[in-house]
């Protein structure tokens, strides 16, 4: 009797554990624009992130630095996309050269994955 009802149980945690995979999956960079360490003809007025999985707007963001080393301030972050996509402006007219973004995102699971990747604006 209780052997039955300890397999049960195991049965149950491994079916569960097995479900559970995939609906529990981190949020993956999955695609960015401008393109992960790609290179743009014209300054970007925005950037988007496009994730694995829907993310939490509040706790999600990105850093963005310039070419002199100096923060790019970004406006008006916004989810699209089911939520998996996180969109931020730029100033205009940003300078040619390399820029750095460090991401960091919040999947509904409530895991956190962050990340790096640069760009290049053409002179
Ligand atoms: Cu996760």
Redesign the pocket.
Known sequence: MTRTLLSRTAIAVLLALGLAGPA???AHLKSAVPAVDGTVAAAPSELDLTFSEAINLKLSGVKVTGPDGGAVATTGAMLMNADTTLMVALPAGLKPGSYKVDWHAL?R?G?ATHGSYGFTVKP
């Open positions: 529990f999956a981190h999947a699971d895991h």
